[in-house]
């Protein structure tokens, strides 16, 4: 059975904390993504990597980093965490045209 | 850049009822489209796709249409139960490479018993 997790189910942050939010996949996998699902907006592409060492922006990038330092593992990485944005955070890892997600990190910043 | 709309944004039926959502896109040069359903407290899976050369597939109780002209595609789910209720989610793609996937809005389903 396919899997990606992510580390945590929900976190609260303070403002301007560094965040890192982890997910793995066990399907080796070369492309993973982050997104962002806010209501009413579906899901917004954050950051992708199609290798390791690899990142390329999404549609979302600012404010957010990435680090992907082993095939199985990508990092979404908020620098300085802000109120706007507490959202879901979704991980993703796809073979070829099926994306595999994990069960979602619900963060709040306060 | 493609832009993919979705409606209705929430809908209830009865069981047994059937239920169709529908979405639309901009990019005459998307032929990928699938549709993924999340339930409470889970990530998006997978349960449909189309790719262009098709109209119409079909997998049990649900099936998906494409209309290529006019950039619509529709999910028709037939005799609901109270596990279809999920937020749906249409995407549309150019090619089948995730990171070129654009989501719709998503649709929350409901069904009554």
Known sequence: DVKVTQSSRYLVKRTGEKVFLECVQDMDHENMFWYRQDPGLGLRLIYFSYDVKMKEKGDIPEGY???REKKERFSLILESASTNQTSMYL???TSL???FFGQGTRLTVV | GENVEQHPSTLSVQE???AVIKCT???SASNYFPWYKQELGKGPQLIIDIRSNVGEKKDQRIAVTLNKTAKHFSLHITETQPED????????SPDNYGQNFVFGPGTRLSVLP
């Open chain 1, 65 to 67: 980093s990435v680090s």
């Open chain 1, 91 to 93: 991980c993703a890892s």
């Open chain 1, 97 to 99: 045209s099926e994306a």
């Open chain 2, 16 to 18: 047994g009822d059937s």
């Open chain 2, 25 to 27: 896109y901009s990019d």
């Open chain 2, 85 to 92: 209720s999920a937020v749906y989610f249409c995407a549309a």
